[in-house]
C-alpha cells in the first residue's frame, strides 16, 4: 500500500485532484491509477487529475489527465486551479510562468476573500472553422461550438455523442459545446471527451465559445461574461484577420478540501 496526498480545488464546478509530484514518484505511465483516484464511487472523484512538476525556467510543469485515466491536451480551469495550488503549497506569487501540454502559459493570481481569482493566458488561435451550423477551433483543446436556443432544456447528453463518436471525431474526439447568448452573458453547456458526460464547466470550451460568437458576429465586444452550470467565468482577447492573440480565461478556483488515500500501486 502507498499513501498518496492530494488537494482536491475547483473553478467553477470544474474539479480536480492536484498532487505535488515535484519528487516525481507519482508513475504517470498508471493510467488504471489516475482513473481511480477521479471515480467518484470507489477513488475521490474528480474530472481530472494534474501533476505539479519542476521544470526549468518556469515556476512549474502541469502534467493534465482526464478522469479516463489518459493524460489529454490543455485544460483551462485545470491551469486555472494549478495556479491556486501552486500557492496553496508554497510557491507564492502573484504572477506564474508554466509549461502544459500545449506551451508555455502566464497566470496571474489574487485572493478574493476565501478563493483565488485567477486570469490566465491561454494559446493564440490562429483558425477557426466556419460551418453550416457549428465553429470548430482549438483552444489547447479541441472544441465543436453549436448555438442553440432554450440551452437550459437542450438534450446536451443525447446530442453531443453523435458529434463527439462522428465519423471525423470518433478517433480522437472532441469536446462539444452547446450555446445560447442572453442579456450580454453567453451561457455554455459542455460535453467532454475523457469524461465522456457533460460537465459543470469547461475552461478551453468557455474560451472556444466566446471566440466561435465574435466570429460569427453575434457579439462585438472583445470580452466577454460567460455563465457556465458551475459559476462565471469571462474571456478576453484581441482579434486581426480572423485570428486571436492575447486571449484571457479569468475566474474562480477554490479549494475543496486537502487530504490523503491509500492505494495499492
Not at 488537494?7 to 505511465?29: P, S, T
Request: aromatic share 10%; charged share 25%; hydrophobic share 35%.
Amino acid at each position: 500500500m502507498a499513501t498518496i496526498q492530494f488537494y482536491k480545488i475547483q473553478g467553477a464546478g470544474n474539479d480536480f485532484i492536484l498532487i505535488d509530484d515535484r519528487d516525481e514518484h507519482f508513475d504517470e505511465k498508471n493510467n488504471q491509477l489516475v482513473k481511480f483516484l477521479c471515480d467518484r464511487k470507489f477513488g475521490i472523484g474528480a474530472d481530472g487529475l494534474m501533476l505539479l512538476r519542476n521544470k526549468k525556467g518556469y515556476d512549474f510543469h502541469m502534467i493534465y489527465y482526464n478522469s479516463d485515466g489518459n493524460e489529454s491536451s490543455m485544460c483551462g480551469n485545470g491551469g486555472r486551479c494549478i495556479t491556486a495550488f501552486a500557492n496553496e503549497i508554497g510557491l507564492k506569487k502573484e504572477l506564474y510562468t508554466f509549461l502544459a501540454v500545449d506551451g508555455d502559459h502566464e497566470a496571474e493570481l489574487t485572493l478574493n476573500k476565501d478563493e483565488y481569482w485567477v486570469k490566465l493566458q491561454m494559446i493564440d488561435v490562429a483558425e477557426v472553422e466556419v460551418g453550416s451550423d457549428y465553429l470548430y477551433m482549438n483552444t489547447g483543446s479541441p472544441h465543436y461550438v453549436v448555438f442553440v436556443k432554450d440551452l437550459a432544456h437542450f438534450p446536451v447528453v443525447e446530442e453531443a455523442p453523435k458529434i463527439r463518436y462522428n465519423d471525423r471525431f470518433k478517433e480522437k474526439g472532441t469536446n462539444v459545446n452547446f450555446v445560447e447568448i442572453i442579456n450580454d452573458i453567453l451561457h455554455i453547456r459542455t460535453y467532454e471527451r475523457g469524461c465522456e458526460e457533460e460537465t459543470l464547466a469547461c475552461g478551453t470550451g468557455v474560451t472556444a465559445a466566446v471566440i466561435a460568437a465574435f466570429h460569427s458576429g453575434r457579439i462585438k465586444e472583445h470580452s466577454f461574461a460567460v455563465k457556465a452550470i458551475g459559476g462565471s467565468l469571462r474571456v478576453s482577447f484581441e482579434s486581426e484577420g480572423g485570428k486571436y492573440r492575447k486571449v484571457i480565461l479569468e475566474g474562480p478556483a477554490k479549494t475543496v478540501y486537502k487530504g490523503e488515500i491509500s492505494v495499492s500501486i
